[in-house]
T-cell receptor, first 112, second 113 residues
């Protein structure tokens, strides 16, 4: 079966750096995505990794190690608006096509 | 303009009723999806269509029937609604075989009473 684990909650201070980890055990791995979801809104795409290494996009970076089944999302210079749920999702290639399988999400609270 | 739009945004209905949720995307994507997000915020795929063809059907009760009249539209019809169907339903779309993330609609909050 597929298993994707993330911490349930994290708290960090405005201006700081926070790292949200994601571990996965899946078959048919075809990329890892990070999404941000504010309460009552749709998930929005943040980053994508398919090869090992770090992808940087402004204040957000994402890292992947396929051999370890591990990814993290790094948020720098935290702002209050970064308070949201962060969803790790693995794209799987099955006999029928690609699908995103999501972790349960990490609720990040940014405090003053 | 909204890229993936779904209607209605809120739906409150009684047990046993039949209801539909509509979804349209103007991104030119080949593949569309329905996801269900439960009260614990867990997003789970229900269906996937590629160019109007059903390609993924995840152990969803057959009371749920998706319909894709063309590749820009994917509707979800639910028969004989049950209390456990209460959730937020998200439509999404993606281009085939790229690293571009899925684009989600704003969601339909379904409450069955």
């Amino acid at each position: 079966g597929q298993n994707i684990d993330q911490p349930t909650e994290m708290t960090a201070t405005e201006g700081a750096i926070v790292q949200i980890n994601c571990t996965y055990q899946t078959s048919g791995f075809n990329g890892l995505f990070w999404y941000q979801q504010h309460a009552g809104e749709a998930p929005t795409f943040l980053s994508y990794n398919v090869l090992d290494g770090l992808e940087e996009k402004g204040r957000f970076s994402s890292f992947l190690s396929r051999s370890k089944g591990y990814s993290y999302l790094l948020l720098k210079e935290l702002q209050m608006k970064d308070s949201a749920s962060y969803l790790c999702a693995v794209r799987l290639t099955t006999g029928g096509g690609n699908k995103l399988t999501f972790g349960t999400g990490t609720q990040l609270k940014v405090e003053l | 303009d909204t890229a993936v739009s779904q209607t209605p945004k809120y739906l409150v209905t009684q047990m046993g009723n039949d209801k539909s949720i509509k979804c349209e995307q103007n991104l030119g994507h080949d593949t569309m999806y329905w996801y269900k997000q439960d009260s614990k915020k867990f997003l789970k795929i229900m269906f996937s269509y590629n160019n109007k063809e059903l390609i993924i059907n995840e152990t969803v009760p057959n009371r749920f029937s998706p319909k894709s009249p063309d590749k820009a539209h994917l509707n979800l019809h639910i028969n004989s609604l049950e209390l456990g169907d209460s959730a937020v339903y998200f439509c999404a779309s993606s281009p085939t075989g790229t690293g571009i993330g899925y684009t989600f609609g704003s969601g339909t909050r379904l409450t069955v009473v």
